[in-house]
DNA sequence: TTTAGCACTTTTTATTGACAAGTGCTAAAA
DNA sequence: TTTTAGCACTTGTCAATAAAAAGTGCTAAA
């Protein structure tokens, strides 16, 4: 159990920290606080004790642990209104009445990244919960076609198809049967019902059937399971814990570009605001992940900002918060 | 004029140079010439007084200048046939039947980004190339649907829009309106047409033509310019002049991920595959670019790897060529 | 024309000492 | 009991210095 004063210290240094990432030392606390140094230096050993607080070599000040910040977060932070300025720059892109709501998210998320050079990421909804709207098909030329898959949920993918051969009409007969019999259909379970519903059918009314399936079995197989958008990846430079290390940067860079991003950003359960620190997050040790889960109409995903541990906590919640309200009404 | 020596001691090296970016001695090159180091010292005096060779401080080894590469690539490289290992990636990519020729392209460069620790950089076709092939409307709710545009290119784009009380059928007619009259337009020309050519006629035969209208409008004059693909973007943190100079790799990421390059990287006029070294091209003088153009029936590009000046040219070079042939057949 | 030899420059690395910032502990003050 | 003043002690930072390594340019001889 923390006294008044030791939490104030705590709430200081976090903030200070912050600001600057320099070490703090205890004359520069007893400056703000209304007491002698000698006092907080016992209440920063204190701190430091309890694992809060630590320090980078015996004579230095000291720095938020990766507790000292998760404390901070749960019972310290005070969660101030966003400041007219930003809000201003997020009510334009809110505003534009042109844009489909996907875009909004990401330019909203963009203007996240400009304004506080921390990495955004938009996870879409996960393939299970897409359900096949519609498929178009539009012939290049003699032997390629565009096949364009549309969900429910507004997602679209386009896949390009070659075929010997083959009659038009016949791939039009099965891009109609395709739409009468599966749509609707969660893109998870569509390879299964095509081999099993559409095959044996094709097979009785198409002409070639053997290679028009197949092509089509390869579109679907390959659909991408989750849309993901990164706005603002290499904002991680300015930060300059990470600018002073390459090789941190390398790790971080090459985990937002992998296709298990999306396994590494935990899906949450319930609609809160998350803070994940250091460890508790999959991404790096070095970051935290704040994010929260956003539904719109049948929409839903994930937006989430990627810092250094030491990220304006307080900002970026305020921020995350005003997003998903907009975008939930 | 250089001599049979100067040549060869300018070759050394770059050469060795690019394998490793230490400032090369007389020593070390008179090693591998059968000459003293005083020699090679002479002629590479007289190396740097032609502009080829630089020296980092008054006693340090030479470093090849941007004219020292330029010369390098024109007149002393040697093509060496690629080499089998990454050959044999290559040909995994070309083999597979499956992928649609932009497919091919990309994959291919993913892969050569990979081996060389170079960027990649995939620019489609200009959108005055490219002619409008067909438009597809898919409803998605009440009020929002897609709007997707191909191009006889095989480009695909589509955008959500969103129209309140008006009814599917009438914006069915117009994309039947649109597809037949002015199909085949080339896409910059589109806006022009569909105001003088499209308006007039859904004045006539479509309800709600206005609102119809305004938001096709708005699609069209969105539509991209042009496909930009980046490959292994973050591969310019392998490099050592980069890794080690935060600023320069900012500016270069800056200039990757700006919309203008595009404007950036010159369209060449002929076939060949063309170096631009430093101050040659326009993304950084710290970089060189070496790109080229392909064709592939109505397919057409340009792709390019983009290092530090002391990239292994003869690899690159190599490299592209055989993409470049693989692709165009 | 080439080479051996040498004086000279510059970078790199390690060492030293002085100073600043900060801590922990003790003992006195509140 | 809590707070504070005081002080010895640690560590990092910075500048100065020194020695070693790498390489050059020039001269004079081969």
Redesign the interface.
């Given at each position: 159990m923390l006294s008044e004063r030791q939490n104030k210290i705590l709430k200081l240094i976090v903030e200070r920290y912050i600001k600057e990432p320099i070490p703090v030392g205890s004359k520069a606390v007893s400056k703000i606080l209304k007491c002698s140094s000698a006092t907080v230096r016992n209440d920063m050993g204190e701190l430091e004790n309890q694992g809060l607080l630590e320090k980078t070599h015996t004579s230095s000040g000291r720095i938020p642990s990766e507790a000292g910040y998760r404390y901070y977060v749960d019972n310290l932070m005070e969660l101030k209104k966003m400041n007219a300025e930003d809000m201003l720059k997020l009510q334009i892109v809110f505003k534009n009445?042109?844009l489909?709501?996907?875009?909004v998210i990401t330019k909203s998320l963009q203007v996240i990244s400009d304004m506080t050079n921390y990495t955004a990421v938009v996870l879409g909804s996960t393939s299970h919960e897409n359900l096949l709207?519609?498929i178009?098909v539009?012939p290049?030329?003699d032997v390629?076609m565009?096949v364009?898959i549309?969900t429910?949920?507004?997602h679209?993918e386009?896949?390009?198809?070659?075929l010997n051969d083959v009659s038009i009409d016949e791939v039009k007969k099965t891009v109609g049967l395709i739409n009468n019999l599966i749509s609707g259909t969660p893109i998870d379970e569509v390879s299964r019902k095509l081999e099993f519903e559409v095959k044996p059918i094709i097979g009785k009314y198409v002409k070639q059937h053997e290679q028009i399936y197949n092509a089509f079995y390869?579109v679907f197989s390959d659909f991408t399971n989750q849309e993901v958008n990164i706005m603002g990846?290499?904002k991680m430079?300015?930060q300059p814990e990470f600018?002073s290390n390459?090789e941190k940067?390398?790790t971080v860079?090459?985990k937002l570009?992998s296709p298990e991003l999306i396994n590494n950003i935990v899906e949450d359960d319930d609609n809160n605001i998350k803070v994940y620190i250091g460890n508790e997050n999959n991404i790096d040790s070095d970051v935290t992940v704040i994010q929260t889960k956003y539904k719109n109409?049948?929409e839903e995903g994930t937006i989430a900002i990627i810092g250094p541990k030491r990220m304006e906590y307080d900002r970026v919640v305020s921020m995350l918060e005003y997003i998903k309200d907009n975008i939930e009404r």
């Open positions: 009445q042109q489909a709501l996907s875009d709207k519609q178009e539009v290049i030329d390629s565009i364009i549309v429910d949920k507004g679209v386009h896949k390009n198809i070659k390869h990846r290499s430079l300015e600018s390459i940067i390398k860079f090459n570009d109409g049948g």
